[in-house]
């Protein structure tokens, strides 16, 4: 991987990051390259299960607070808008987030509960609708809000059922999004990233075939790095991508542009 010198690309902007879990998350890589790039950090957690080892995290990160938010409660999300208002105009906001139920990623599709297929799409979809109206208000001088999304969007991906429909309910949102909230020029995108073994991909039933299918197939013959995703979320909070929204964006090692 090259050797980043720290940059300037994001001096002088606040960036709020959800969905820092653990050092393999990808909103981890995602606010070590914010820091790189000179951004100060505002982290949430979900719970106080996730309490220590954010804490621990955000330290290391220099970040300038930390809150509790689990974006599936509306009295959080409400807290989250009260809390950030001290901290002055925010610039960014990352949300990289998802959640479904272990057995949905594992059975066929054709049994996904009602249950299952809601809290899929209220944890990994809903929420960026939840956040933004959360953080918007807030994003006085415009900004950027970058999501994270999956090719099982729009591709049938084994075992990524009712995430691949959720995640395209995700990838609506960020252009309905990005039609209302461009008058105010606040820019909304998603990342769609190859998949990267974390706490919540480890889930999908033999997520290590879809690593091993996408090294082989690749034009770049490898899996994406965590660190191409952080770089790639900078561009987009960065004023280089101020002429970019509504979009989805593959880091991806190029694999979604296979067919056989
Ligand atoms: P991760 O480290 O497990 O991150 C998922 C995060 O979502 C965790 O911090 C988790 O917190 C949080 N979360 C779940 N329910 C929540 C709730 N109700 N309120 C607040 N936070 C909640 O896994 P990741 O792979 O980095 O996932 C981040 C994003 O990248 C997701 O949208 C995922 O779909 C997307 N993505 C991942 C890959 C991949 O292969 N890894 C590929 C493409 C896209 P807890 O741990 O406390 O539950």
């Known amino acids: 991987m090259p050797q980043l010198l720290e940059g300037q690309l994001l001096r002088g902007k606040t960036a709020l990051i959800l969905g820092v879990a653990n050092r393999w998350s990808l909103a981890y890589a995602i606010a070590q390259a914010f820091r790189r790039e000179g951004a100060k950090l505002l982290l949430t957690y979900q719970g106080e299960r996730q309490k220590e080892t954010v804490d621990v ?89 970058t999501t994270l999304s999956y090719l099982g969007s729009t591709r049938v991906a084994t075992n990524y059922n009712v995430m691949g429909v959720a995640k395209a309910a995700l990838e609506a949102s960020t252009r309905y999004l990005a039609s209302e909230l461009g008058a105010r020029n606040i820019r909304v995108n998603a990342i769609s990233a190859g998949p990267v073994k974390t706490t919540s991909a480890r889930g999908v039933k033999d997520f290590g075939k879809m690593l091993e299918a996408v090294a082989a197939k690749s034009p770049l013959k490898r899996n994406c790095e965590p660190a191409e995703v952080g770089d790639t979320a900078v561009f987009l909070a960065s004023d280089l991508g101020r002429g970019v929204t509504g979009n989805i964006l593959f880091v991806d090692a190029g694999y979604q542009i296979m067919a056989l």
């Open 57 to 145: 995290l955000g330290g290391e990160l220099g970040a300038a607070a930390i809150f509790d938010c689990d974006v599936t409660k509306d009295a959080d999300l409400l807290r989250l808008t009260e809390t950030l208002a001290p901290h002055g105009k925010l610039d960014a906001v990352v949300h990289s987030i998802a959640f479904a139920n272990r057995e949905d990623l594992s059975r066929p599709f054709l049994e996904t509960s009602r249950d299952g297929f809601s809290i899929a799409h209220d944890v990994s979809a809903y929420s960026l609708v939840a956040v933004a109206r959360a953080t918007a208000p807030l994003m006085t001088e415009g900004g950027s809000l």
